[in-house]
């Protein structure tokens, strides 16, 4: 096809740095996966009670896959990665495909080329090309590097190139995806949802009857069984599939309008909602989705914790390292645990809520500010809407963090009061992080260039939360951290006073970041 | 409606306006004239409240623009040079929010203008071209029931076509007794447009009238092929630049002196002839010695 050569040779060079990192990081995962669990579990006893504890959690094994030689390295690691590499080959495929075709077709930006001497398939088949490529890196990557770590080298090479085969499937499917709406974004959308229903019918199979996981490609790589009996033959049914639904997609193409879906483009609606017409109304619209999205997000991250109930013991080894960072409070491993994971996500969350604060920094450079000011909604009034939204969302994105730690540890368990126990404390840190969010607003109307700083006392929290103890930190320098001034429920006992304390610091770095705000200039 | 005396605003030590006087009164297109960079959108920024000012008076309705910007805003409506509409929302969806922000539309003129925009209220704002982002913030300023537009350089996007109906709604409104600002860097949209024109050079108004009082600025360029070689054109005052090569002439002519130079013309024969009017860069270069195409946008 003419031209494909010269367009593959474009996309590669734009996408060099890019597809250096998903693949590093794709690859990385196996990597990782493999060394941390051989320095976790040191002899083969441990490999044993892991195993048993491992082999019969139902949340373990509808989050990893189905547990095959659990008290091996090969086993462990294989059965830590897959699912995750899936997704992460899956979305760096996505991604190739959609920045290539569907985005470039949406802004017009490839009319040019187009209408040059090129075949009309030439930058859809290059952007496969590209996509096929680097998921063939991360394929080669994972299988040499793990052989090179001793392990077996035929089932090393049947974990990467699987992996590569599900990057490919999902190559097809993304390409699908773009054919069938006009608007990149819905088609991202759509090419996500297969690769999230295949990570979930597998889950559903593999807790269950096993039937389901044989509908995702992901069960299909996972039947290949690496280091506990490899085959190859599931191999086939990926790469067939990826066949068929390339052809597909290549049929789809050939039968749309360039810059059209086969799915016409649904109207928006052509007047508003009463709940849009205010200040308010307006800024929650524009934080609505970063709420919904980073809610789920820690919801499921909650869950993962929840999941592993009471068996931290297993989790996290005997090595004093692992137990300094996860268990930062009280005598208990339990509770300790969960003391330290809540903290975890709470610091999590704060990036949410910075982002949510520095939202209308996004939307005074985008020149919607000078708009919305341009009405008679008062400056003051227009913040409040933001910072409503900011405050709303954290006590949400808080809340389902810990409704999704006490339900993953009620499921495993059953038992509810303790659950409970984790699920609430979650709450408390309401206060730090709004601390965060608070000196994000002053900046905001301080020195409104300097608004990246904001992320400057998240990354020093997070450093003081992971490594303070590790490198034994003076206490005062540790303080400057706001979390640091919570006990670690329910490993500690709660208390109102500190909380109440971060919530009047957070209230008066709002208010001073407010009220420099209505001095400043608006550009 | 806007009264503007001696305003001064700096950014660091650079002063943006330098002294700037502007007035605009009720029943009156006020065209806003410079080259980019000159302080046009400083200003309107000033009077809308975005940026404080560092010195002189600036009254907008008789009020603060500063410290009473919400309450006045309820009497303006602006459109700004290069609309931004929030991607994710539809393009009835900004036009009910911006007229519900400014105190509510009437339901008959938001369909019309709709209609004469021929403007698809469905689309996001992320679907939308510059022309059609545009039309929504046109559409979202007429539709409303203000006594004053700011129009920031308003059709830099619209085709001529629609560039007729913006222009015919303007007039409507200015005939029901409103006023509006219009800011642009094209001479030849604020003459079809304006009734009065202030020129800004350097963060200073340096020229205010009517557009008769603002002749003497313009200068025609005319190039005609005649039967006979003309006579007598030298001898005439006002023009410049004059070129004779057998039967071809070319010259420039001071606006105010057209007739009598295309009087001196006319008895040679025409054949053909075409006249251009003066761009602003011309204009300027002329007039200020400016050399615009280093002066930074």
């Known amino acids: ?207 269950g009857n096993g039937v389901l996981s044989w509908c995702s490609p992901i069960g299909w790589y996972q039947a290949m069984h690496q280091f506990s009996g490899l085959r190859w033959w599931p191999l086939v049914l990926l790469l067939g599939g990826a066949g068929v639904a390339l052809a597909a997609a290549y049929a789809l193409f050939g039968r749309r309008d360039y810059g059209s879906g086969i799915i016409a483009t649904r109207p928006g609606r052509p007047r508003a909602r009463r709940g849009l017409l205010t200040g308010e109304g307006l800024a929650w619209s524009l934080q609505r989705g970063a709420v919904l999205g980073w809610a789920g997000g820690l919801f499921f991250g909650g869950l993962a914790y929840g999941a592993i109930g009471d068996d931290v013991k297993a989790l996290i080894g005997d090595s004093q390292t692992s137990q300094d960072l996860f268990v930062q409070a009280g005598d208990d491993l339990v509770t300790g645990f969960y003391g330290t994971s809540i903290l975890m ?48 969302g954290t006590v949400v994105v808080l809340a389902v963090a810990g409704l999704g730690l006490g339900a993953g540890y009620l499921l495993v368990t059953g038992d509810g009061d303790v659950a409970w126990s984790f699920t609430w404390p979650s709450l408390q840190y309401v206060g730090p992080v709004l601390v965060l969010s608070g000196f994000a607003r002053l900046l905001f109307g301080l020195v409104p260039r300097w608004t990246a700083l904001a992320w400057v006392p998240l990354a020093f929290s997070a450093v003081v939360m992971l490594f303070g103890e590790l490198f034994q930190m003076p206490q005062w320098l540790m303080d400057v951290s706001p979390f640091e001034h919570l006990p670690m429920v329910p490993a500690e006992d709660f208390a109102w006073e500190p909380v109440i304390a971060l919530v009047a610091v957070a209230l008066a770095l709002s208010v001073a970041g407010q009220i420099a705000f209505r001095r400043r200039d608006v550009h | 409606m806007i009264d503007i005396r001696g305003l001064v605003k700096r950014f660091g030590s650079f002063r943006a306006l330098d002294g700037l006087d502007l007035d605009v009164g009720p029943g009156e297109v006020h065209g806003f004239l410079g080259p980019n960079g000159a302080g046009k959108s400083t200003t309107i920024r000033v009077l809308l409240g975005l940026l404080r000012s560092d010195g002189g008076e600036v009254r907008l309705f008789g009020g603060d623009p500063w410290s009473q910007a919400a309450e006045l805003h309820r009497r303006l409506a602006y459109v700004p040079g290069d609309v931004n509409l929030w991607p994710n929302l539809t393009g009835g969806e900004v036009i ?114 009517t557009l008769a009082d603002l002749r003497h600025l313009t200068r025609t360029s005319i190039s005609a092929e005649l039967e006979r070689a003309p006579s007598g054109l030298d001898a005439l005052e006002g023009i410049h630049d004059l070129v004779i090569e057998g039967t071809r002439v070319r010259f420039q002519v001071d606006t105010a002196r057209l007739d009598p130079a295309l009087q001196a013309i006319l008895p040679a024969g025409v054949r053909s002839l075409t006249s251009q009017p003066p761009t602003l860069e011309e204009l300027f270069l002329r007039h200020y010695g400016d050399n615009l195409e280093s002066t930074p946008a």
């Open chain 2, 96 to 209: 009910d929010l911006l007229g519900s922000l400014r105190g509510g539309t009437a339901d008959a003129r938001r369909a019309e203008l709709i209609d004469a925009f021929e403007l698809d209220p469905t689309k996001k704002g992320r679907a939308y071209s510059k022309g059609n982002r545009q039309k929504v913030a046109l559409v979202a300023a007429l539709a409303s029931d203000v006594d004053l537009l700011v129009l920031d350089e308003p059709t830099s996007g619209l085709d001529p076509l629609m560039e007729e109906v913006f222009q015919r709604y303007v007039d409507e409104f200015r005939d029901r007794g409103h006023a509006v600002l219009l800011s642009s860097h094209i001479l030849a949209e604020v003459e079809q447009l304006c009734d009065r024109v202030s020129i800004i050079r350097a963060g200073q108004v340096v020229e205010s009238g």
């Open chain 1, 1 to 207: 096809m003419t031209g494909t050569g010269t367009f593959l040779w474009t996309f590669l060079k734009r996408d060099t740095w890019m597809l250096l990192w998903w693949i590093l990081g794709a690859a990385g995962l196996y990597i990782v996966t493999c060394y941390s669990i051989d320095q976790l579990y040191t002899t083969q006893q441990q490999y044993d009670e892991a195993a048993a504890s491992m082999e019969n959690n139902a949340a373990f094994i509808a989050m990893a896959g189905p547990p095959r030689a659990l008290d091996t390295l090969g086993g462990q690691t294989a059965w830590q990665s897959t699912a995750f590499g899936a997704i992460l080959v899956g979305l760096m495929s996505m991604f190739v495909i959609g920045r290539h075709t569907r985005a470039e077709e949406e802004s017009g930006r490839d009319e040019l080329l187009r209408a040059s001497a090129v075949s009309r398939y030439a930058p859809t088949t290059a952007a496969v090309l590209v996509a096929a490529v680097a998921n063939l890196l991360v394929g080669l990557l994972v299988s040499v590097s793990l052989t090179a770590y001793g392990l077996a080298a035929a089932d090393s090479f049947g974990l990467g190139l699987g992996a590569t085969a599900v990057g490919w499937f999902f190559t097809a499917t993304a390409l699908i995806a773009m054919q069938l709406t006009a608007s990149t974004r819905s088609a991202y959308g759509i090419a996500g949802l297969v690769i999230s229903g295949s990570y979930l019918l597998r889950a559903v199979g593999d807790v």
């Open chain 1, 345 to 392: 996500l709470a610091v999590i969350c704060a990036g949410f809520t910075i982002a949510s604060a520095l939202r209308p920094r996004a939307e005074e450079e985008n020149g919607h500010l000078e708009v919305a000011l341009a009405t008679a909604l008062p400056r003051t009034r227009w913040l409040l809407g933001h910072v409503l939204a900011t405050v709303v």
